[in-house]
């Protein structure tokens, strides 16, 4: 039933938008104002940021040398291990802030996870332009100032929870800063304060759509729009439809990102639920193959490389952001004529395995467990190297109604090892296990055990635990 109401919503003449002259623009003409946008920024941070400037002294460019998009690539990069470097050797704020400190007006942080924290000195003004794709966003997947938002993403320390909740508000939503935690709140809120619309990571959107079945709450519900962001989940067929599972009768599951040490959302899936698409006016998109770090091949998986084209406080350009997609330049059937994610992102390039070999993401595993309903969503993915070859095990809790189904020939055993066969050129081992071993996450999922760098299995039980 929800997918012709799905289909209903898609099949609409006019797609709302917020800025239908950017959204619908020809690719040439996109080409151009990025081109326009990328000489004034780099023209910018070349008189204001003295991080930029030494970057583009120590290979000879001058902001002239920027003249059409297609000059981006004699630009450095720029990694987060700089701008860490950065901010110790000049602190605290480091060398890119381009605007006095009277004028900022925010601290936020990144969440430090992968070493020391980096600060991200924000101005007003950078707070109204990203309020604005905000909005942009939230109307691209059909959020408007009839919802009551339910927000469950971190407020503290981080710039997206907050920096979102403010677009949600300029939209004229009715938002409730829930943050994160405290499942028996979120619950009750769900069912008591009308809420339509509903954002959290798309592990948390699992584990609360999960409680609600298991207390039968579906039929309190008035949720018509649920979005997902800040890891793999919510993108591609498989993942959808777990979600519309677990959120019967909603209209759209879309999937959200951005990356806080740039902006805030800078891609949403429109209701066609067809691959985010990506704010190109604002970001300039690179899709660069990340053993050379040149321009994909049309169709590739690549890594996907950023420039901020609007911020004014510290914009980063070229910035390695190092997550893997493919992208798709097709116009979609919304009318917008922005690329998009095809579908979601695979995973960071960081993360992704390498198996005898070969590169496994793993998204791949996600949506493999994801198309076998016999299993209930739950897994990991256990990488050893016994007699010095490696080893896949793909271990997943199997659905409560399932325990006969499991084994000899044809059984889910063999059906799962063939399905991975096709998809990694190589075995998995799989193992089943019964619903409710594996640990719980409620945040972001963590489902990887890779031995071979010394993870241990205890190890995703203390971060389940962190969690709570
Ligand atoms: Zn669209």
Same mark, same amino acid.
């Given at each position: 039933?929800?997918?012709?109401?799905?289909?209903?919503?898609?099949?609409?003449?006019?797609?709302?938008?917020?800025?239908?002259?950017?959204?619908?623009?020809?690719?040439?003409?996109?080409?151009?104002?990025?081109?326009?946008?990328?000489?004034?920024?780099?023209?910018?941070?070349?008189?204001?940021?003295?991080?930029?400037?030494?970057?583009?002294?120590?290979?000879?460019?001058?902001?002239?040398?920027?003249?059409?998009?297609?000059?981006?690539?004699?630009?450095?990069?720029?990694?987060?291990?700089?701008?860490?470097?950065?901010?110790?050797?000049?602190?605290?704020?480091?060398?890119?802030?381009?605007?006095?400190?009277?004028?900022?007006?925010?601290?936020?942080?990144?969440?430090?996870?992968?070493?020391?924290?980096?600060?991200?000195?924000?101005?007003?003004?950078?707070?109204?332009?990203?309020?604005?794709?905000?909005?942009?966003?939230?109307?691209?997947?059909?959020?408007?100032?009839?919802?009551?938002?339910?927000?469950?993403?971190?407020?503290?320390?981080?710039?997206?929870?907050?920096?979102?909740?403010?677009?949600?508000?300029?939209?004229?939503?009715?938002?409730?800063?829930?943050?994160?935690?405290?499942?028996?709140?979120?619950?009750?809120?769900?069912?008591?304060?009308?809420?339509?619309?509903?954002?959290?990571?798309?592990?948390?959107?699992?584990?609360?759509?999960?409680?609600?079945?298991?207390?039968?709450?579906?039929?309190?519900?008035?949720?018509?729009?649920?979005?997902?962001?800040?890891?793999?989940?919510?993108?591609?067929?498989?993942?959808?439809?777990?979600?519309?599972?677990?959120?019967?009768?909603?209209?759209?599951?879309?999937?959200?990102?951005?990356?806080?040490?740039?902006?805030?959302?800078?891609?949403?899936?429109?209701?066609?639920?067809?691959?985010?698409?990506?704010?190109?006016?604002?970001?300039?998109?690179?899709?660069?193959?990340?053993?050379?770090?040149?321009?994909?091949?049309?169709?590739?998986?690549?890594?996907?490389?950023?420039?901020?084209?609007?911020?004014?406080?510290?914009?980063?350009?070229?910035?390695?952001?190092?997550?893997?997609?493919?992208?798709?330049?097709?116009?979609?059937?919304?009318?917008?004529?922005?690329?998009?994610?095809?579908?979601?992102?695979?995973?960071?390039?960081?993360?992704?395995?390498?198996?005898?070999?070969?590169?496994?993401?793993?998204?791949?595993?996600?949506?493999?467990?994801?198309?076998?309903?016999?299993?209930?969503?739950?897994?990991?993915?256990?990488?050893?190297?016994?007699?010095?070859?490696?080893?896949?095990?793909?271990?997943?809790?199997?659905?409560?109604?399932?325990?006969?189904? =499991?084994?000899? %020939? +044809?059984? &889910? $055993?063999?059906?799962?090892?063939? *399905?991975?066969?096709?998809?990694?050129?190589? #075995?998995?081992?799989?193992? =089943?296990?019964? %619903? +409710?071993? &594996? $640990?719980?996450?409620?945040?972001? *999922?963590?489902?990887?055990?890779?031995?071979? #760098?010394?993870?241990?299995?205890?190890?995703?039980?203390?971060?389940?635990?962190?969690?709570?």
């Amino acid at each position: 039933m929800s997918k012709n109401i799905r289909e209903g919503a898609v099949g609409m003449t006019k797609a709302k938008m917020h800025s239908p002259h950017i959204e619908t623009m020809s690719r040439e003409e996109m080409r151009d104002l990025q081109g326009k946008r990328l000489n004034a920024q780099v023209t910018y941070v070349y008189r204001n940021s003295s991080f930029y400037r030494r970057k583009f002294e120590s290979v000879g460019l001058e902001p002239d040398d920027i003249r059409t998009i297609d000059d981006i690539s004699k630009i450095p990069f720029t990694t987060k291990d700089e701008l860490r470097a950065d901010q110790e050797n000049n602190p605290p704020y480091g060398s890119n802030v381009c605007i006095p400190l009277e004028d900022v007006v925010w601290l936020p942080t990144t969440s430090g996870t992968t070493g020391r924290p980096v600060i991200l000195p924000r101005g007003q003004a950078d707070i109204e332009t990203w309020n604005d794709l905000n909005v942009r966003s939230y109307i691209a997947l059909g959020m408007t100032n009839q919802d009551v938002f339910q927000h469950v993403i971190t407020y503290h320390w981080i710039y997206g929870g907050l920096a979102l909740f403010m677009g949600a508000q300029k939209l004229g939503a009715a938002v409730i800063n829930a943050g994160t935690g405290n499942t028996e709140k979120q619950l009750w809120s769900l069912t008591n304060m009308g809420v339509t619309a509903l954002h959290a990571t798309p592990t948390y959107l699992t584990y609360l759509g999960h409680e609600i079945q298991r207390r039968g709450l579906q039929d309190q519900l008035s949720l018509r729009i649920v979005f997902g962001g800040g890891e793999i989940g919510c993108a591609g067929g498989p993942a959808k439809e777990r979600l519309r599972d677990l959120y019967p009768g909603v209209q759209t599951i879309a999937d959200v990102g951005g990356v806080t040490d740039v902006g805030t959302m800078f891609w949403a899936e429109c209701i066609a639920e067809a691959g985010a698409h990506l704010w190109e006016d604002s970001i300039a998109f690179e899709l660069l193959n990340p053993d050379t770090l040149s321009t994909a091949e049309p169709g590739a998986t690549g890594e996907l490389v950023v420039s901020d084209l609007v911020s004014k406080t510290a914009p980063l350009l070229r910035y390695r952001i190092m997550d893997l997609t493919k992208l798709n330049y097709e116009p979609c059937e919304c009318g917008r004529t922005l690329a998009r994610l095809d579908p979601g992102i695979l995973g960071r390039s960081d993360d992704m395995l390498v198996i005898r070999g070969a590169n496994v993401h793993p998204s791949a595993i996600d949506d493999i467990v994801k198309q076998f309903r016999e299993l209930n969503g739950e897994y990991q993915i256990i990488v050893d190297r016994p007699e010095d070859l490696d080893r896949l095990t793909v271990r997943a809790e199997t659905s409560p109604e399932q325990a006969n189904a =499991l084994n000899g %020939p +044809g059984g &889910l $055993p063999s059906r799962l090892e063939a *399905a991975f066969k096709v998809a990694f050129g190589s #075995r998995a081992n799989i193992e =089943l296990v019964d %619903p +409710g071993t &594996l $640990p719980r996450f409620t945040y972001k *999922a963590s489902r990887l055990v890779d031995k071979r #760098r010394g993870d241990t299995e205890e190890s995703l039980w203390e971060k389940a635990e962190a969690q709570k």
